[in-house]
C-alpha cells in the first residue's frame, strides 16, 4: 500500500509578509492589487478569512466586507525563493514529489531515502524542518492515496497534521460535505445538492451510469474517490496541456483597435513562450471577459501546428472580429493554445532514408 504525503502551506504569501514585517501579526492582510483597482486577492490571512475573504475575490469586494483588512502588493520573487526552500526538504526524503502550485505537494515516501516506514513521522519532521528554516507552518494530510491525502490536509487547517488510514476513510468520506470534495466548485455543488447530494454518503448511493450521466467523465473519478480509491500516481514531470496569457485592462474598451493591438502583444508573448519552451500547437482559444464579468471562449483548430506570432495573430484577430460583441465593453482579454506537440520529439521521429 502507498504512503502519501500532501503538503499545503499555510495562508503562504499572507503568511510570508507577515514574518517579514510582524506588526501585521494578527490583523487582516489580504495579498492582491489594492481595493480602489480591478485587482484580485491572491490570498489573506485567517483572520480576513473569518470575514469571508478569499483567493479569487475582486480586491473591491473584500475591502467592502474586510474595510479594515491591509492590502500588501504581491512579492512573486520572495514566495519563489521560500518555496525553493521548501521543497529541498521535501527532496531529503523522496524524489517523487509533485508539485501543484508555490504552496502545495504531493510526495509518495512509500519508498524514502531515509527508510522510515512510518509517513507520519515523516510528515512531522518535513512539518518540523518547514518552520525551523522558513518560520512558517504548513498542514500535512497522509493517506494511501492522492484523494485522501488532499483531504486530510484541510482538516485540521492550519498548522495541522491528519492521518487517515483505510479503515477510517468511509467514515471521513461519508461525513464530508460535497463542497469539500476536492476539484467540486460552487457551480457543481449546486448541481449536486439539486439532485439530493449533500454529502459523500449519498454520493455513494448514485450508480456509475447516473454519475457519468450528470457530471461526464468526472463522474467515474467521483464515484471511485468516494470509494477510497484513487490510482493516480504522484507525477515529477508534468508535459503542459495549453499555454496561456491574458490581460486585465486598466479600464474597460470597446474600441476595437486597442482590442486588437493588445491581442498583438498578447500574440507576440504567446509565441516567445512556445519557441522557449520548443512546442508548437494546433488549437488557438480566444477569452473575452465583458465589464458585467461574462465570461466567454471561442477556439479554432489550425491547419497546422504553429509557434509564429504571425499566425496566431491572424487567426486570433479572425476568432475576435467574429465573437466580439461591439456594444459591450472589454475587462480582460486572453490567448491561449492547446493541443502542444514538443518539436524535438517530433523531429526524432522523423526517420532519414
Not at 502507498?2 to 495562508?11: G, L, P, R
Not at 480602489?36 to 490571512?45: A, D, I, K, L, Q
Not at 491528519?162 to 479503515?167: A, F, G, K, L, R
Request: glycine share 6%.
Amino acid at each position: 500500500m502507498k504512503k502519501i504525503i500532501h503538503i499545503d502551506m499555510d495562508a503562504f504569501f499572507a503568511a510570508i509578509e507577515i514574518r517579514e514585517q510582524p506588526w501585521l501579526k494578527g490583523k487582516c492582510v489580504v495579498v492582491g492589487g489594492p481595493p480602489n483597482s480591478r485587482g484580485v486577492v491572491s490570498t489573506c490571512s485567517y483572520e480576513a478569512r473569518k470575514f469571508g475573504v478569499h483567493s479569487g475575490m475582486s480586491s473591491y469586494q473584500a475591502w467592502n466586507i474586510c474595510p479594515e483588512a491591509i492590502f500588501l502588493h504581491p512579492h512573486f520573487e520572495l514566495y519563489m525563493k521560500v518555496s525553493q526552500q521548501i521543497r529541498k526538504i521535501f527532496y531529503q526524503w523522496t524524489d517523487l514529489v509533485e508539485p501543484m502550485s508555490l504552496d502545495e505537494a504531493y510526495l509518495d515516501v512509500t519508498e524514502n531515502k531515509q527508510s522510515e516506514e512510518d509517513a507520519v513521522k515523516i510528515a512531522q519532521a518535513i512539518k518540523a524542518e518547514v518552520l525551523q528554516i522558513t518560520h512558517l507552518t504548513c498542514s500535512a494530510g497522509v493517506s494511501y492515496n492522492k484523494f485522501l491525502a488532499k483531504i486530510g490536509s484541510e482538516i485540521q487547517k492550519p498548522d495541522g497534521l491528519t492521518y487517515i488510514p483505510p479503515e477510517k476513510a468511509q467514515e471521513i468520506l461519508f461525513a464530508l460535505p460535497i463542497e469539500k470534495y476536492y476539484g467540486i466548485g460552487k457551480v457543481t455543488a449546486a448541481k449536486l445538492r439539486k439532485k439530493g447530494i449533500k454529502n459523500g454518503a449519498d454520493l455513494y448511493q448514485w450508480e456509475l451510469k447516473d454519475l457519468i450521466n450528470l457530471l461526464g467523465k468526472t463522474g467515474i473519478f467521483y464515484y471511485y474517490a468516494v470509494r477510497g480509491i484513487d490510482k493516480r500516481e504522484v507525477i515529477t514531470e508534468v508535459e503542459p496541456k495549453t499555454l496561456s496569457c491574458e490581460t486585465t485592462f486598466s479600464s474597460d474598451i470597446d474600441n476595437l483597435k486597442e482590442l486588437l493591438q493588445t491581442l498583438n502583444r498578447l500574440a507576440e508573448h504567446l509565441s516567445e513562450r512556445l519557441k522557449k519552451k520548443g512546442i508548437k500547437g494546433n488549437t488557438l482559444t480566444l477569452k473575452i471577459k465583458y465589464d458585467n464579468f461574462q465570461l466567454i471562449t471561442r477556439s479554432c483548430t489550425l491547419p497546422c501546428y504553429v509557434d509564429d506570432a504571425k499566425n496566431l495573430r491572424q487567426y486570433s484577430e479572425q476568432l475576435l472580429i467574429a465573437n466580439w460583441d461591439s456594444f459591450r465593453k472589454v475587462r480582460l482579454l486572453g490567448l491561449g493554445i492547446s493541443k502542444l506537440e514538443d518539436i524535438n520529439k517530433a523531429e526524432q521521429l522523423i526517420i532519414p532514408l
